[in-house]
């Protein structure tokens, strides 16, 4: 999939220029070296899907992952099984929903600060707050501050079903030295658990924003957001997890649709420490009509205490438009 979305930016960048020339075919100075660069970047992130495909195949291979089918042994938040099961073991999250549960613990259900939307859900009673800064910038010019990226994750009555509420953050951004400050807009969503076996669990989740932005950094209407998440547990250290998304943005009077793809490989470690790499896509990455973008990140988790959970990342986007962004952010979620 990835290799595919890559192909696609590619050719959408040649279309600029002219049919099947390279890089030293291409006269002018700015535009030949915006084509190296993006052409390195597009080498890198094909070996580095190469190297994750390599890696599912070579544990694959090895019996690492042994398949659970939903039809054996699956449990449905949305019809449980009137036949009582095994008691389960008490849970720092709260109430477990059986055997096999996915999300007892506060690791699991701790969704910042990847583009991957999680699964589990916050559990009847309790509250998780997620928060984080972020530092990104563009170009040697170009730098934007957020901070703080709070999003109040609420248990309902509901058996797997949590509110979300993304908070307002106050971005700075500065262009070659123009200054604009202000907020961004609120956001509310659902997110629910639809089913989970011994490795794989599924859940969807929805999130839209409020045009409340400050200072020109309102999206200026509603955005929405539709995401399809799964899971799936290869051994006791590595896991997978992936989110399907669309998105439905303004583009002043008119709205566009953005394709949002992701997978994340993460590795649990000793001393409640987790190490993760994800990849994510996002069609019209940089609004309607643009590009593919595509984001790569990597990080460590460490957990202080039972509800405590602290995070580091950096990541870098690829495509022809943000000519080598990064970004390096830490966060800290309280479950409670």
Known sequence: MIDGFLELAAG?????????????DIVGGTDRQECVRWTRGVRWARGFSRLMTFWAV????????????LDAGAQSIVAPSATAAPSAAPSITGPTFGVNDPCNSVSAIVG???????????????????TGYQNRSADATSTTVQYPQTTVRIGTA??????????PLYERLNVAGNM????????????????????????????????????GLSAGASTQTYNFNYGYAINSVLSLAGTVGVDSLPDGSQRYTSLTPSLMLTAGLPSATGLFVEAAQFTNG??????IRTQFMTGITRGLGSRLQADVEVGRSVSPTTRGDRFVGFGLSCYE
Do not use: K, M, W
């Open 12 to 24: 959408a960048y040649a279309a600029r220029h002219r049919a099947n020339v390279g890089c030293g």
């Open 58 to 69: 070579a544990l694959a291979t090895t019996g690492l992952i042994v398949s659970a089918p």
């Open 112 to 130: 910042r600060p990847v583009q991957t939307s999680g699964v589990c859900t916050v559990r009847p009673n309790n509250v998780l707050i997620e």
């Open 158 to 167: 509901v058996p797997a079903l949590e509110v979300d509420i993304g908070l």
């Open 180 to 215: 604009t400050a202000g907020t961004t807009d609120i956001g509310e969503g659902l997110r629910y658990v639809l089913g989970y076996s011994a490795r794989f669990n599924y859940g969807a989740n929805v999130f839209f924003t409020q045009p409340s932005g400050t200072n």
């Open 286 to 291: 940089g609004g309607a009509g643009t590009p």
